[in-house]
């Protein structure tokens, strides 16, 4: 079975800051791995995903993700933090031959004017 | 127009009234999944089902039924609401599993109140 852990349940920054947010899994078979994105009162966006080939995936507004196989990471970037980013961010793993996807406990970013 | 539906978005009831969230899905998909969010705890599944004839009990089943009455639509039920089913609950769809088709898409979610 899979599971995920995201290291730190809330992280903050300045705007302009790095962002960094942090995922490790634990999988037996290779993974295909998630970011998603919730804003207050929504569903969750998918930002990007790891399924084969090239290790750093970039998703949408300006976020990418690198996934490393040795570390059993998959820790989500982004150079310069905006005040829109501000929403909490979900991890999430499933084994490649089925649906049974496993999320983390969520980080919820905040960005500091 | 979503591609994946909720209804009610917010729902408050008492203590022993049965409850049914919808979901209703444009996107084609077989597939589709019942979650619950509460705070610091992510997402736990609670039943998911991969097509008309076929339910599957997830994590967290207990306490929750489901009927999928087509393709597009997936309900969840609380029997006997209790209050510690209060709770964000999510409807998700996928496609089969296979390169271009892994992810989930979800709804905007059911914020549940049982008091």
């Known amino acids: 079975a899979q599971s995920v852990t995201q290291l730190g349940s809330h992280v903050s920054v300045s705007e302009g800051a790095l962002v ?27 930002l990007l995903k790891y399924t084969t080939g090239a290790t750093l995936v970039k998703g949408i507004n300006g976020f990418e993700a690198e996934f490393k196989k040795s570390e059993t990471s998959f820790h989500l970037t982004k ?3 905006h005040m829109s980013d501000a929403a909490e ?3 999430a793993v499933r084994a490649y031959n089925n649906n049974d996807m496993r999320f983390g406990a969520g980080t919820r970013l905040t960005v500091k004017p | 127009d979503a591609d994946v ?8 009831t008492k203590t022993g009234k ?5 979901c209703s899905q444009t996107k084609g998909h077989d597939r ?3 979650y ?11 039943y998911y089902s991969f097509d008309v004839k076929d339910i599957n009990k997830g994590e967290i089943s207990d306490g929750y ?12 039920s609380l029997e006997s609401a209790i209050p510690n089913q209060t709770a964000l609950y999510f409807c998700a769809t996928s496609d089969l599993p296979g390169q271009g088709n892994n992810e989930q898409f979800f709804g905007p979610g059911t914020r549940l109140t049982v008091l």
């Open chain 1, 20 to 46: 960094l947010l942090r995922c490790n899994y634990s999988s037996s078979v290779p993974p295909y791995l998630f970011w998603y994105v919730q804003y207050p009162n929504q569903g969750l966006q998918l």
């Open chain 1, 79 to 81: 150079p310069s933090a």
């Open chain 1, 89 to 91: 961010y979900f991890c």
């Open chain 2, 5 to 12: 539906t909720q209804t009610p978005r917010n729902r408050i």
């Open chain 2, 18 to 22: 049965r409850i049914m969230l919808e």
């Open chain 2, 32 to 34: 589709m999944y019942w």
């Open chain 2, 36 to 46: 619950r969010q509460d705070p610091g705890l992510g997402l736990q599944l609670i």
């Open chain 2, 65 to 76: 039924s489901v009927s999928r009455q087509a393709q597009a639509k997936f309900s969840l």
